[in-house]
């Protein structure tokens, strides 16, 4: 038997203006990744670690019902548009089984 499954997926690009120190961009991601992880997400850091002004996060969430996973895409990007950071660019995608992943390219 063949069960439903779907992969949400969120690649954002964050700018930090107001950061001076990778202390302060750590703070904020620590925030974000606890938001994102409290919706049931799986969040990481992508991208160069160095950058004190710039960050790259993915966080993904799997379930059997593709409108959960939509639902859950459609709260975390709410979570993205915060004044804290100025979000450079989201990507969303769901994946299904025997679908590939797009390629995302920076900016």
């Given at each position: 038997?063949?069960?439903?499954?779907?992969?949400?997926?969120?690649?954002?690009?964050?700018?930090?203006?107001?950061?001076?120190?990778?202390?302060?961009?750590r703070g904020h991601l620590r925030s974000l990744?606890?938001?994102?992880?409290?919706?049931?997400?799986?969040?990481?850091?992508?991208?160069?670690?160095n950058l004190v002004q710039q960050a790259w996060v993915a966080a993904v969430i799997v379930s059997g019902s593709r409108?959960?996973?939509l639902s859950a895409l459609d709260r975390a990007d709410r979570l993205f548009q915060d004044p804290e950071w100025?979000?450079?660019a989201l990507e969303k995608d769901i994946i299904s089984d025997g679908e590939q992943l797009p390629d995302w390219e920076t900016v």
């Open positions: 038997m063949r069960v439903p499954c779907y992969l949400g997926l969120v690649r954002a690009e964050l700018y930090f203006r107001g950061a001076r120190t990778l202390k302060d961009r990744k606890d938001r994102l992880s409290n919706l049931g997400f799986s969040v990481s850091q992508v991208g160069p670690s409108a959960r996973v100025e979000l450079s």
